[in-house]
């Protein structure tokens, strides 16, 4: 076959270092664009992306050529060293080490961007910290709870 045919969805939730607020309102609004921005150019679509003072989640849809951690290595990195530059009265802005990834079935796209659509609203009701350990639950993840957030 001479070309590849795919279709790839990732959720990804990744928050700053420390899980420190860093994320005001008005960085979140200039943020969230550059993000959109660099997945475009990584011949990708953002499909959602929202979250909260201390954390992002985004969806995905990207090409083939790219891995996993690319991905998010290029994400992160390229929106870190924008925001240091763009916004320096954050003081050192970035982020966490790891994230979390899921993989998505086309078919539970609509339910993943209503999901991320709600996280201002679901964040009333519940932290990042129970939010994340129970997306890595439900995705059948393993891990030691005491590493998740050292």
């Keep these: 076959m001479p070309s590849t045919y795919t279709q790839n969805y990732y959720h990804a939730v990744f928050s700053t ?13 200039r943020l969230h664009p550059f993000i959109g921005g660099i997945v475009r150019d990584l011949r990708g679509t953002l499909l959602a992306v929202n979250g909260s003072p201390d954390h992002v989640h985004v969806l995905v849809r990207y090409h083939a050529s790219l891995s996993h951690s690319e991905l998010l290595q290029q994400i992160k990195g390229r929106s870190s060293k924008w925001v240091n530059e763009s916004f320096p009265q954050t003081g050192r802005f970035s982020w ?5 990834g899921f993989t998505v079935s086309k078919s539970v796209v609509p339910d993943v961007v209503a999901y991320i659509s709600r996280q201002k609203e679901h964040h009333q009701r519940q932290d990042f910290r129970s939010e994340f350990l129970g997306l890595l639950r439900k995705h059948g993840i393993e891990f030691d709870e005491d590493e998740v957030f050292k």
């Design 96 to 100: 966490q080490e790891g994230y979390g």
């Design 17 to 29: 270092r420390q899980r420190a607020p860093l994320i005001t309102p008005e960085l979140e609004s």
